[in-house]
């Protein structure tokens, strides 16, 4: 019973999250870190439920300028989830599902995307300094203008010149902030 009732507070927070998105909730400022009020002026009781939870359902959701850096979404289906402009700097989206999610001029630098599917994501003008994408699946992904350095790890194989993705150089300070 207790973990039925877990399940459901958990539940209705992740609701609570998505319909605040849904309907046009913007964060005052954005925030580093979590503190006594939360994340993003969410409690922080849902902001260490995202961050130990690994298996969330997050498809289609409207998460422009959504501002997580460090966020652990490790497994979590973000699938045709719209993240334009997100700040996701050393996040942990390590085999998560990400097949036609909308990564456009997203702050992807540090990023832990190792065997996450990128099928058909779009991920034009994303920085990926430092991003680690190992056995990511990226048929038919979309990095035309993305950034990235010699501190970015691709999939064996991986024609990085034809993907249209531009490389830096060599490795460049990592940013958090948007």
Same mark, same amino acid.
């Given at each position: 019973m207790k973990k039925l009732s877990i399940i459901l507070c958990s539940t209705l927070?992740?609701?609570?999250?998505?319909?605040?998105?849904r309907f046009g909730w913007?964060?005052?400022?954005?925030?580093?870190?979590?503190?006594?009020?939360g994340l993003m002026g969410l409690p922080l009781e849902f902001y260490l439920l995202v961050n130990q939870r690994s298996d969330l359902w997050l498809v289609r959701m409207d998460m422009r300028d959504v501002y997580l850096p460090d966020i652990n979404l490790s497994n979590a289906n973000l699938s045709e989830a719209l993240?334009? *402009?997100a700040t996701l700097a050393n996040a942990n989206l390590s085999g998560a599902? !990400?097949?036609r999610t909308n990564f456009v001029s %997203? #702050?992807?630098s540090g990023v832990n995307l190792t065997g996450a599917d990128l099928t *058909?994501?779009?991920l034009q003008s994303s920085d990926?300094?430092?991003?680690? !994408?190992?056995?990511?699946?990226?048929?038919? %992904? #979309?990095?035309?203008g993305s950034r990235y350095d010699d501190s970015t790890i691709w999939p064996e194989?991986?024609?990085?010149?034809?993907s249209g993705a531009t490389s830096t150089g060599p490795t460049s300070e990592i940013a958090s902030t948007p």
């Amino acid at each position: 019973m207790k973990k039925l009732s877990i399940i459901l507070c958990s539940t209705l927070l992740l609701a609570l999250f998505a319909l605040s998105f849904r309907f046009g909730w913007q964060p005052q400022q954005a925030v580093a870190a979590p503190s006594e009020q939360g994340l993003m002026g969410l409690p922080l009781e849902f902001y260490l439920l995202v961050n130990q939870r690994s298996d969330l359902w997050l498809v289609r959701m409207d998460m422009r300028d959504v501002y997580l850096p460090d966020i652990n979404l490790s497994n979590a289906n973000l699938s045709e989830a719209l993240l334009t *402009r997100a700040t996701l700097a050393n996040a942990n989206l390590s085999g998560a599902r !990400l097949s036609r999610t909308n990564f456009v001029s %997203a #702050n992807l630098s540090g990023v832990n995307l190792t065997g996450a599917d990128l099928t *058909r994501a779009l991920l034009q003008s994303s920085d990926l300094r430092g991003a680690d !994408l190992t056995d990511a699946i990226l048929d038919n %992904a #979309n990095f035309a203008g993305s950034r990235y350095d010699d501190s970015t790890i691709w999939p064996e194989g991986f024609d990085v010149e034809a993907s249209g993705a531009t490389s830096t150089g060599p490795t460049s300070e990592i940013a958090s902030t948007p």
